[in-house]
Nanobody, 127 residues
Framework: QVQVVESGGGLVQAGNSLTLSCAAS????????WGWFRQTPGKEREFVAA????????HYSDSVKGRFYSSSDSPAIKVNLQMNSLKPEDTAVYYC????????????????????WGQGTQVTVSS
């Protein structure tokens, strides 16, 4: 059973940067496609970013495009989310998700298609 664990959340001032990391507990697949989502109380989970199983294709929500960047040098087991120019509205619990999906369209899939989910890490951006 694959488990994914996020790390790197915390409190940061607006305008600053923070990097989240996510790692799979085992190398169960030749590679994984990764997604990042976030959720605030009372709201539905929101897509943030996705990285393809090769690590060469990304997809971002309009709200973070140009500020957040997802990357990995080993997509089979880990992924990062570099968050720059953070805003108070970026405050949320951030979740990473992974799935053995191996096509170009994988990065645009909804969260419900992902098989493995982390427990989430809190990111708080103060104004």
């Amino acid at each position: 059973q694959v488990q994914v664990v996020e790390s790197g959340g915390g409190l940061v001032q607006a305008g600053n940067s923070l990097t989240l990391s996510c790692a799979a507990s085992v190398r169960a697949f030749s590679s994984l496609q990764w997604g990042w989502f976030r959720q605030t109380p009372g709201k539905e989970r929101e897509f943030v970013a996705a990285l393809s199983w090769k690590g060469d294709r990304t997809h971002y929500s309009d709200s973070v495009k140009g500020r957040f960047y997802s990357s990995s040098d080993s997509p089979a087991i880990k992924v990062n989310l570099q968050m720059n120019s953070l805003k108070p509205e970026d405050t949320a619990v951030y979740y990473c998700a992974a799935d053995p999906c191996y096509s170009e369209s994988c990065v645009t899939r909804p969260g419900s298609d992902y098989k493995y989910w982390g427990q989430g890490t809190q990111v708080t951006v103060s104004s």
